[in-house]
């Protein structure tokens, strides 16, 4: 079945600490997202990649980066100038903006 | 900028009852409407997709209303049940931008009470 796949599932971070999250998708997208949620605060875009080898800032990309060296993977870092890390992470994923897009099943990502 | 909003922020209904959802927006200028389902610490499941151009769409006990003039969206569940308990929430996607630009409500949350 095509789908997306997050991992892992639960992550802990120690303080000073990058930490990288998994995101692969199997649905032959072009475009690929990163979401952060918080409670209360709904979902926020992170990083967003439309093609292989380009990606662009979100609302809130200070402290994370990304890659997208290949089309199915377009994997997180976390790094340690994110002073607030904290979160529930989603990854989606998009065949162009008619057909909506499609999410994985989130990385919970604490500090310790 | 685009701003979305969902009231109520929670709903408790007994079982059986057909209840809406209420989604609205800033800028009509959207390019298509999309309902998404949460349970608690999982993802975001894809309910329904309004292009810009239609009033509505269906599936099964679920059927989601766009009108771009006065900027709301409704998702409308019939015959309610418990395991429709979840959170509900609607995002945006604008034209003219790029394919980042899906803004999201804050979600309703959903407790159907058998």
């Known amino acids: 079945d095509g789908g997306i796949t997050q991992s892992p599932k639960y992550l802990f971070r120690k303080e000073g600490q990058n930490v990288t999250l998994s995101c692969e998708q199997n649905?032959?997208?072009?475009?690929m997202y990163w979401y952060r949620q918080d409670p209360g605060q709904g979902l926020r875009l992170i990083y967003y990649?439309?093609?292989?080898?380009?990606?662009q800032k979100g609302d809130i990309a200070e402290g994370y980066s990304v890659s997208r060296e290949k089309k199915e993977s377009f994997p997180l870092t976390v790094t340690s100038a994110q002073k607030n890390p904290t979160a529930f992470y989603l990854c989606?994923?998009?065949?162009?903006?008619?057909?909506?897009?499609?999410f994985g099943s989130g990385t919970r990502l604490t500090v310790v | 900028k685009q701003e979305v909003t969902q009231i109520p922020a929670a709903l408790s209904v007994p079982e059986g009852e057909n209840l809406v959802l209420n989604c609205s927006f800033t800028?009509?200028?959207?390019?298509?409407l999309q309902w998404f389902r949460q349970d608690p610490g999982k993802g975001l499941t894809s309910l329904l997709l309004?292009?810009?151009?239609?009033r509505e769409q269906t599936s099964g006990r679920l059927n989601a209303s766009l009108d771009k003039s006065s900027g709301r969206s409704t998702l409308y569940i019939a015959a309610s049940q418990p395991g429709d308990s979840a959170t509900y929430l609607c995002?945006?996607?604008?034209?003219?931008?790029?394919?980042?630009?899906?803004?999201f409500g804050k979600g309703t949350k959903l407790s159907v009470k058998p």
């Open positions: 989606a994923s998009s065949t162009g903006q008619l057909y909506g897009y499609t």
């Open positions: 649905l032959n997208h072009d475009a």
């Open positions: 990649s439309q093609i292989v080898n380009d990606f």
């Open positions: 800028d009509s200028a959207i390019y298509n």
């Open positions: 309004i292009q810009s151009s239609q």
């Open positions: 995002a945006a996607s604008n034209y003219g931008g790029s394919q980042g630009n899906l803004i």
